[in-house]
């Protein structure tokens, strides 16, 4: 190994690393030299108590006093200031999803890294699109690792696509999703020590990354880290990463079996579990919780604890079926856990593979990695080892964190890193952003073809650091983004007495004909109706659902005897909306109608301006020809009616008409 020190190197030479398990945290300095990642020192310390159960953190405050510990020795030893720390994640709620995404590539450009980025991140938003029943439940899951199946080029695959070119691309990629609530306890412990995390991947990642370099991933091979608290898969094939996976049986059960078959307390059985893993004498001693000293043979003490052993086997075989379809032609079993005299034989035969497939995976002398002692080369610190090496291939291209609608998140630097980026790994789709239009109408009268418009759509406004900014904006280590999403416009809801033309006839009487039918004067206009404005005494039948009762009387809707409901509600829609009736297609008359609420406190009148641009008139003449209509609105009408005793449940014609 290289002669070192490690005070010389400054914070962007460093790699500190933190493996935080359910029994003990291990720290690891390291850097890369000549492209090799090399572990310049380490320190391990367990904890006092079980402040961690099944990988999770559940006493933050006890685990951060044994990281800042950790993190202190190292400091001291070499006189140096750690700010910034690797981690990996892990728990018993891992999930995993598999996703595709398909981008266009300009004519002529070639394929560049961030691009690549992009086409990834996008990747990993369709990903999470799997997990948005959890987020109705209020569980939000957050991406903390992901591997490329393949990628394509006009649907040929290729390994590499920077600087390809073609008219498309697509990523095939496997991402791993845990609750937020598990890593955001990672970020809280890590912060209490004074340290930012620069980089966050998954346990089972950082372990195959050393076991299973990229030169031998072509070969079906699962690795199964054995924690105390979970039993973390990963799965190579075809020259990627192709399945992870987590079992909850871990090294712990196998010590509550002991605490169980012999009354010993936690810490004790820890113990025993040791000695048979690492020491070779025949007796093993201990005292129980009554103070009663035992010495027993090894071997009677793995035959008492056998059926454990066996589900531990068995979930992790199971696990490993499931995630390959089948058995794989080699498997390593890493991890404290691992060492359990009689595991690896009993994995091989849950797996129905010969024995010597399945077999203790300690780190060896490689071409890629160097540690600084022998005693890192023990299946136990494959996964600290790890965490280090995935970080040393991210630096120039590390992770920071950012607050996205309240939840913290990780954003890989690789260049420019904007709003769209952070939307994407929080699971927020781009379209929720940008609302939809309102569906326009189109009708006919007298012969000329006119367009309702309804309402634009309100976009959505993502506000950074208490500041309204685009999705280009670029975010960093810190920001605070919080978006809100896109409101949709609304489709036009025209009664027929409001259309502009019958609005010019002012209050003369008159009758309202659509598609040959009579109707009522609150009728709401429909896409491609055919509007008639009449003299009163036309006799037409009546569009049926609008009959009246009784000669002479009004139409009423059949399902509304009263006609209040729907009277009210196109009502209040039509104070709503804002509509735009649009003139024929060869530009003889145009005609907007636009909604202005009054800012006056004392009138809840709303103003209607029409404006009519017959043919050849220029924009003066058209703006002196202008009419304003003042439409009553709901309570203004209800409180005329109060004035005058009368009480008209239908629609009325606008009052207030100004010339």
């Not at 620069?198 to 699962?222: G, K």
């Not at 569009?543 to 009263?562: F, L, R, S, T, V």
């Not at 202008?626 to 709901?634: F, P």
Request: a negative charge; hydrophobic letters at 35%.
């Amino acid at each position: 190994m290289s002669d070192i020190n490690v005070s010389d190197l400054n914070q962007d030479q460093l790699i500190f690393s933190l493996d935080i398990g359910t029994r003990s945290v291990v720290g690891v300095i390291g850097t890369v030299i000549e492209d090799k990642y090399t572990v310049l020192d380490y320190v391990q310390k367990f904890h006092p108590i079980r402040a961690m159960r099944d990988g999770q953190v559940e006493d933050i405050e006890l685990v951060a006093k044994v990281c800042g510990e950790v993190k202190q020795i190292l400091e001291e030893r070499h006189g140096i200031q750690l700010k910034k720390v690797a981690v990996a994640a892990a728990g018993r709620a891992l999930k995993t999803a598999r996703a595709s995404f398909t981008q266009q590539i300009p004519e002529e450009d070639e394929i560049t890294v961030k691009m690549i980025r992009t086409l990834e991140y996008s990747a990993i938003g369709k990903a999470q699109e799997a997990f948005e029943g959890e987020r109705e439940n209020n569980i939000q899951f957050q991406c903390v690792g992901y591997s490329v199946l393949r990628y394509y080029v006009d649907d040929y695959p290729i390994s590499n696509l920077e600087g390809q070119k073609g008219s498309s691309m697509r990523a095939d990629i496997i991402a791993a999703f845990l609750p937020f609530s598990v890593v955001k306890s990672l970020y809280s412990v890590t912060a209490r020590c004074g340290l930012e995390v620069s980089n966050l991947t998954l346990e089972p990642i950082a372990a195959i990354n050393v076991i299973v370099p990229p030169d031998v991933r072509l070969l079906n091979i699962a690795i199964a880290d054995i924690g105390a608290g979970t039993s973390d898969i990963a799965i190579s094939k075809n020259g990627s990463i192709v399945a992870y996976d987590m079992a909850t049986i871990a090294g712990d059960e196998i010590s509550e079996a002991i605490m169980s078959q012999y009354l010993t307390d936690f810490n004790t059985a820890e113990e025993v579990k040791k000695a048979l893993a690492t020491e070779k004498r025949e007796k093993i001693e201990f005292e129980d919780i009554l103070g009663i000293k035992y010495s027993f043979e090894a071997a009677e003490i793995l035959d008492t604890i056998d059926p454990t052993i066996s589900s531990l086997a068995q979930a992790i075989a199971e696990s490993i079926r499931a995630g390959n379809d089948g058995a794989p032609q080699a498997v390593f079993l890493i991890g404290g856990g691992s060492q359990i005299p009689g595991l690896c034989q009993k994995v091989a035969a849950e797996l129905e593979m010969p024995p010597t497939r399945v077999a203790l995976g300690g780190m060896k002398k490689q071409s890629y990695i160097d540690v600084c002692s022998e005693d890192l080369l023990t299946p136990e610190f494959v996964t600290p080892i790890g965490i280090g090496n995935v970080a040393s291939k991210y630096k120039g291209a590390e992770f920071f964190s950012i607050t996205v609608n309240g939840n913290r998140i990780m954003l890989m630097q690789s260049g420019t890193i904007k709003v769209l980026d952070a939307l994407l790994l929080a699971g927020i789709k781009a379209t929720s952003m940008i609302g939809r239009s309102s569906k326009g109408i189109t009708y006919y009268i007298d012969g000329q073809r006119k367009l309702l418009r309804g309402s634009v759509a309100t976009p959505g406004e993502a506000i950074l650091n208490g500041k309204n900014v685009s999705l280009e904006t670029e975010v960093h280590q810190g920001d605070v983004l919080n978006l809100k999403e896109a409101v949709d416009g609304k489709d036009p809801l025209v009664p027929v007495s409001q259309l502009p033309e019958a609005l010019e006839t002012g209050d003369a009487p008159k009758v309202f004909a659509v598609n040959g039918k009579r109707v009522p004067e609150y009728y709401i206009i429909q896409m491609m109706d055919k509007v008639e404005i009449l003299p009163p005494d036309a006799e037409l039948p009546w569009m049926e659902g609008y009959e009246p009762e009784e000669p002479g009387a009004e139409a009423i809707p059949e399902d509304d005897p009263a006609g209040e409901a729907e009277n009210d509600e196109k009502e209040s829609d039509f104070g709503e909306a804002s509509q735009a009736v649009e003139g024929s297609e060869n530009g003889e008359e145009s005609h907007q109608v636009t909604e202005a609420a009054d800012d006056s406190d004392e009138s809840e009148t709303t103003h209607v301006t029409v404006e009519n641009e017959p043919e050849g008139q220029n924009s003066e003449e058209a703006e002196e020809g202008a009419e304003n209509v003042t439409v009553v609105s709901e309570d203004e009408e209800s409180q005329e009616n109060d004035e005058t005793g009368e009480d008209d449940p239908q629609w009325k014609e606008p009052a207030g008409l100004e010339k």
